[in-house]
DNA sequence: GTTCCGCATGAATCGATAG
DNA sequence: ACTATCGATTCATGCGGAA
């Protein structure tokens, strides 16, 4: 190979699947997928498109899904759900938080809730309460040791810094070293031409749906966010609940391998024309694993 | 009365008493008090200053006062509870979801869920989570219809969407209408050339490191918005938790009755000092009312 | 009176060490 | 094994004193 980059380009691979969630995860090695990231149909709240799951009922059609789930995922992997509940009757609905203790009952760890805080949320007002302007970010591990790569989303530090990392070396190299007489050199390192910080658990992203084709798209800063933090290139992402497949592009565009599922043929289609076609793999129906309640036989592979 | 001003000065009434929530709790009259807000000692948060409840007595502890504030709390009043759950074993806990659910069983309508975004939160940096920077603020409500006053806490427009309303109003606007037939696009007229708006349900407000006397005071701007949306001057706001009596002192300033409720007597004298003397009504031991548990007789009432 | 700069300090959490 | 204590880590804010 004449490549003269100091660094090959991974190739990755971006495998749609059409089909129900359910019936596809199945076939899905255990253990293979790094993170899951994904934003189910919220209950009843999208029923022009998807079925719509009546809120008393969501836990008990996602359970079977959340623990086909946790068969796939690594163990060292971490699975993303956004998620928010719906008003119902003047009160949020509950299906969230059960649905969070169904889950640690079937081993899910609920190792964090971040949120996304939406910055222009639409305009509107109710008598009894204002507008909704942020989401759950679930997340929840296999075990307690998993991978996190938290340099990769650091953010500017405020503007204080600037005037700080002048005198710094002095203040805190003293408060360093009136605890222990020894490791400063390390905590001096740290701080020294220090610019940016980690962030916090809450995500201050726009709420821009580029994907009008969608009802419920999140923005791309979303998925970019999690996949950098909890995968590293060559990896693989996997979103069940696929829609407009904004974790799937994103995923190829910072070379992870992904997959996704999606039930709607619509969708479907569009995704696949939208991702790089020498790195598509397509599973349009019902074979490329041993099926047991279909017979036909077409997976289109290219 | 030779009082020239437009609109008489309400005279309003703070009440503090020394004891055991509970205790006083049950000898408040029903159905009397127009909002609670209050932020209950976190489990096992406040070890030194508190006693400490152990994550999975939370909820145990927290029921039977939910049901006297339940009894105590007006039809059309609001309960706010400010809370977030602690990090244990690399988990979060679940007290505060099974508390909710708890609360729902006793009657209690959970309306709405509001987050409290901490500009400045606390520092630290660990291998599997970052900073945490948000706190729930439930609220709930004996009944679908309460007391709202959305006006008294709306925000300066510049805060939030200048540039996204003029946006709307020529993509977003044209592209709805020919969407929907709806008449969204006179809903946004209406929001421009206006300079005030209606905030959402994410308050982003700094940690106050004022009260260097107690260990956990949220910032004034807290509890002064939810008196604010939730009540009219004369009305009765009422804190169980008093703590450093953030929410007594600004109850007091924005003509608000109140009644506070401490169990340490350190804070209780430390909030008895800083309440305006004349409208002071204290409460410092056990007998106001009929008391069981106590034989000891010696109100001081101002 | 302003503005600027230094400084202490938080509803924290992890991992290691000690009982 | 299981619990209690301790040191290390980190960043935005408001205060007070100085220019």
Redesign the pocket.
Known sequence: MSDARPYPTIQVKTELHLGDCLDVLVQLPENSVDLIFTSPPYADQRKATYGGIHPDKYVEWFIPIAKEMYRVLKPTGTFVLNIKEKVVDGERSTYVLELILAMRKLGWLW?EELIWHKKNCYPGKWPNRFRDAWERLLQFNKH??FNMYQDEV??P????????L??LS???L???NS??G???G??VS??LN?D???P?NVLHLATECNNKNHSAAFPEELPEWFIKLFTKEGDVVLDPFMGSGTTNKIAQRLRRNSIGIEILPEYFDMVKRQIEPDQLFLFESKTPYERSKSEKANATVR
């Open positions: 190792t307690k040791h650091m953010v530090m405020g503007d204080w810094a600037n005037s700080r002048k005198k002095q203040t805190d003293i408060r360093d605890k222990v020894s490791g400063f390390k905590n740290n701080w220090r940016k910080a980690y916090t």
